[in-house]
Nanobody, 124 residues
Framework: QVQLVESGGGLVQAGSSLRLSCAASGRTFSTLTMGWFRQAPGQGREFVAA????????IYADSLLGRSTISRDNAKSTVYLQMNSMKSEDTAVYYC?????????????????WGQGTQVTVSS
């Protein structure tokens, strides 16, 4: 069992930056592949970024490529999502998720555990 707790969401202005955090417990964090997803009102869950435990490599959604960075601190059992040049369309609830496989995937069905989400609202 893995517990995930997101933090760092809030109301920001368009063009600004925000860093989300997700603290994990219940399993050795260094053996977890971590992902970020988001869900806007009335829409499905959308992949944002993921980072593998094997070598720290990452993948990103095209909509955030170049504007976001996913990173991890194994000593703190925490994964981060840094978002820059934020846009109104980034408004959503952001979730972190974990899976034990080191293979990176954009498919939410391949993640085993989920946090409760943190709201991000970007005002234009």
């Amino acid at each position: 069992q893995v517990q995930l707790v997101e933090s760092g969401g809030g109301l920001v202005q368009a063009g600004s930056s925000l860093r989300l955090s997700c603290a994990a417990s219940g399993r050795t964090f260094s053996t977890l592949t971590m992902g970020w997803f988001r869900q806007a009102p009335g829409q499905g869950r959308e992949f944002v970024a993921a980072i593998t435990w094997r070598d720290g490599s990452a993948i990103y959604a095209d909509s955030l490529l170049g504007r976001s960075t996913i990173s991890r601190d194994n000593a703190k059992s925490t994964v981060y999502l840094q978002m820059n040049s934020m846009k109104s369309e980034d408004t959503a609830v952001y979730y972190c998720a974990s899976r034990s496989s080191p293979i990176l995937t954009r498919n939410s069905a391949n993640y085993d555990y989920w946090g409760q989400g943190t709201q991000v609202t970007v005002s234009s």
